[in-house]
């Protein structure tokens, strides 16, 4: 008798590895990996699987958490001084960080020392030294270096791009953007790292993207104020809400000038949970977008607005009974892990071993996500923190300026005639 049972087709894996386990790994990578874990296709390459096969946490207690309510086995729960390099040791393919943003750099550069693809939370770093490092240190190790944005994925976003490439919209004048999280961010979910840190790195640095990324143009200065004496001392380096405005220039000479507006102090209770707002002005039109209001409001007794939320966005991450009765969970922040993967799969699994390096190449040139193309964002970030800085030690009021007289980035204080240089080379 012929046997006509099927051959169980094995598909090639690409594994991961997560630094760190804390609420954006709960959000996006896990409903990722839970997914890729059954098989991605793709026409460039074919099918294959991402499976999630360890992690290095600080204490290993919630990769421990994750594996028991998976039911997973072999997975690497790697903890302590050592645990990065131990999860790297363990022959992942690529390494997701998603870690306090002050430890961006280290767990990135380890991976990529060791010659993996290596994906970062925003904001990638928090100084353009460590960025120059990283763009280098990928470059000669032959790996992706890319960098988290899901914003740039919501449809209200790609939408206002579009009008701007295609013209309908001509020259932003002037921007406006604010993100409002509650107590329990920097009170519960980040207290074990808050001190120091401040909201505007945490969460402007998304529509600093977004504006690098959608007008072009050319950063000339940064300035910015903040508010403290809820998450931490009223003269502390803690930030409760800060005030950001960023100039730009562009190619006719004209400037646009952007508020980013952030705080994590709103009530627990307010109805939105995060309140984010966008408006910006062009020279034949408005942009308002408010991700509250996209239609969807939600009563129910004794759950909303605190374990449930009254204005709930379900583009950005949600889960859903399919109408043929699968549970799913879909949004742009888990399509843009997605999309590293599918990067990542393209460079090592896209065809011939000769042509490696030209497929690394285009994957490198997207501008979206390439920590090559992240230099105004991060010098952004680095101008906020060292302004916020001088501020907590007494000297408010700084700004800096970008590629100007002094060159790269130069802090001026008031009352001082010489700048204080944070970078030497060009931004």
């Not at 306090?100 to 990529?112: M, Q, T």
């Not at 952030?262 to 209770?269: A, G, H, K, L, M």
């Not at 984010?276 to 408005?286: A, P």
């Not at 991700?291 to 709930?312: C, F, Q, Y």
């Amino acid at each position: 008798m012929t046997d006509t049972s099927a051959t169980p087709v094995v598909l090639p894996v690409l594994r991961g590895g997560m630094v760190g386990m804390g609420m954006i790994f709960d959000e996006t990578y896990a409903p990722f990996f839970e997914t890729a874990e059954e098989g991605i296709y793709d026409a460039a390459v074919g099918a294959y699987r991402v499976e999630l096969t360890g992690a290095a946490t600080r204490t290993g207690d919630r990769a421990k958490a994750y594996c028991e309510r998976r039911g997973l086995a072999g997975f690497g729960n790697h903890s302590g001084d050592n645990a990065v390099g131990d999860l790297l040791a363990s022959g992942i393919d690529f390494l997701c960080v998603a870690s306090p943003d002050d430890k961006h750099f280290e767990a990135a550069r380890l991976g990529i020392e060791a010659g993996r693809h290596v994906i970062i939370e925003k904001p990638s770093v928090l100084s353009l030294d460590e960025l120059d490092e990283l763009t280098a240190l990928a470059k000669a190790k032959g790996v992706l270096a890319k960098v988290v944005y899901h914003k740039l994925l919501d449809p209200d976003h790609k939408k206002l791009r579009t009008l701007v490439e295609d013209g309908v919209l001509s020259h932003v004048n002037n921007g406006y953007c604010t993100l409002l999280e509650p107590k329990s961010i920097s009170g519960q979910q980040f207290a074990a790292w808050i001190t120091g840190r401040n909201p505007g790195t945490y969460v402007a640095v998304h529509y600093l993207k977004l504006i690098d990324f959608t007008f072009g143009g050319r950063l000339k200065s940064v300035s910015c104020t903040g508010q403290r004496g809820l998450v931490g001392p009223q003269d502390g380096p803690t930030w409760d809400s800060t005030q950001l405005r960023l100039v730009y220039e562009y190619e006719s000479g004209r400037e646009a000038a952007f508020d980013i507006h952030t705080s994590w102090v709103t009530p627990d209770n307010f109805p939105g949970y995060v309140e984010q707002e966008v408006q910006f002005r062009f020279d034949n039109g408005v942009w308002n977008g408010h991700s509250r209001k996209r239609g969807v409001e939600l009563t129910v007794e004794d759950r909303t607005p605190n374990e449930l939320k009254t204005t709930i966005n379900n583009h950005y991450n949600g889960t859903f009974l399919e109408p043929w009765g699968e549970r799913s969970r879909r949004g742009y922040g888990i399509e843009v892990i997605e999309r590293f993967a599918r990067e990542v799969a393209y460079v090592e699994l896209g065809g011939a071993a000769g042509q490696r390096a030209d497929r690394l190449a285009e994957m490198a040139s997207r501008n979206y996500n390439d920590l090559s193309a992240d230099r105004q964002v991060v010098a952004a970030v680095q101008a906020m923190e060292s302004i916020l800085a001088r501020h907590a030690a007494g000297e408010p009021n700084g700004i800096v300026e970008v590629n100007g007289r002094a060159g790269g980035l130069a802090l001026y204080l008031p009352g001082k005639s010489e700048p204080e240089m944070l970078y030497q080379g060009t931004v």
